[in-house]
């Protein structure tokens, strides 16, 4: 059993930057492919990111590719999502998942463990 918890959330304004973090308890993770997912008001959840499970491999959706970055440290066991130039649209819920699988995947039923998420609220 693992326990993820996120962590950086908060208010920003448009074209700012966050960094968000996320730290498993419990066991760890390092055999799994990490990710991050979101929630918009009204909306269903989306994937955001995710890295295989030594870091080397990494998926991004079309809506943050250039702007986020997802890296992992596999000693802390933690997961890291940095965002730049956000913008409105970037605000939601952020959840971090654990995979079942060693690559990287867009997938949610991918997902066994998540965490209680950290709201991105992101001004205009």
């Known amino acids: 059993q693992v326990q993820l918890e996120e962590s950086g959330g908060g208010p920003v304004q448009a074209g700012g930057s966050l960094t968000l973090s996320c730290v498993a308890r419990g066991r760890s993770t390092k055999n799994y492919a990490m990710g991050w997912f979101r929630q918009a008001p009204g909306k269903e959840r989306e994937f955001v990111a995710s890295?295989?499970?030594?870091?080397?491999?990494?998926l991004f959706a079309d809506s943050v590719k250039g702007r986020f970055f997802i890296s992992r440290d596999n000693v802390k066991n933690t997961l890291t999502l940095q965002m730049n130039s956000l913008k409105v649209e970037d605000t939601a819920v952020y959840y971090c998942?654990?995979?079942?699988?060693?690559?990287?995947?867009?997938?949610?039923?991918?997902?066994?463990?998540w965490g209680q998420g950290t709201q991105v609220t992101v001004s205009s």
């Open positions: 890295i295989s499970w030594l870091g080397g491999t990494v």
């Open positions: 998942a654990e995979s079942g699988d060693r690559n990287p995947t867009m997938n949610q039923h991918y997902y066994g463990y």
